[in-house]
T-cell receptor
């Protein structure tokens, strides 16, 4: 089954404690991205990756890091989480063509930073 | 401007009614306009999408109307059902795989 898998689904952590949210896709997609979803703000892109070892900032990258060492994986790293990073996070992947195509989203990770 | 403005924030419609959700954009470089549907506890999923060379696209009970000159597009749901209750996001895309999303509309269809 074609899917994007995020882990964990729920996470409560304390301010300053480094954490990683994993994302994996099995569709051989080149393009992957991370979004955060906050009430009234929709989905805002944090980082994206056009291919292995190619990453770039989205609209709200501050406080986040990513890496793309393998095509299927795109982890999101919070080196020193703060309460304003409490949010619902989604990973997405899509084909890396020169036209926009369907983005497939994971189930989401609800992060609470206390 | 990369913003996409979506309205209303929430919408309640009786079963069988036709909810309409509107989006407006500024950047004329946008060339892909999808709508995503999100159920509680799930990630968004593509519902329907349109490119600016057509003014309307219909898939089942869902229709996108696109007005290029006004830089607006909207989603209509015909014969709405309680199972259509969800949050709907419009988006606009440009270049390869870049998307900006609207703020979302929480739709409730009452039985």
């Amino acid at each position: 089954e074609a899917q994007v898998t995020q882990n964990p689904r729920y996470l409560i952590t304390v301010t300053g404690k480094k954490l990683t949210v994993t994302c994996s896709q099995n569709m051989n997609h080149e393009y992957m991205s991370w979004y955060r979803q906050d009430p009234g703000l929709g989905l805002r892109q944090i980082y994206y990756s056009m291919n292995v070892e190619v990453t770039d900032k989205g609209d709200v990258p501050e406080g986040y890091k990513v890496s793309r060492k393998e095509k299927r994986n795109f982890p999101l790293i919070l080196e020193s989480p703060s309460p304003n990073q409490t949010s619902l996070y989604f990973c997405a992947s899509s084909l890396g063509t020169d036209m926009n195509t369907e983005a497939f989203f994971g189930q989401g990770t609800r992060l609470t930073v206390v | 401007q990369q913003q996409v403005k979506q309205s209303p924030q929430s919408l309640i419609v009786q079963k069988g009614g036709i909810p309409i959700i509107n989006c407006a954009y500024e950047n004329t470089a946008f060339d892909y306009f999808p709508w995503y549907q999100q159920f509680p506890g799930k990630g968004p999923a593509l519902l329907i999408a349109i490119r600016p060379d057509v003014s309307e696209k219909k898939e089942g009970r869902f229709t996108i109307s696109f007005n290029k000159s006004a830089k607006q597009f909207s989603l209509h749901i015909m014969d709405s059902q309680p199972g259509d209750s969800a949050t709907y996001f419009c988006a606009a895309g440009w270049e390869a795989q870049k998307l900006v999303f609207g703020q979302g509309t929480r739709l409730t269809i009452n039985p």
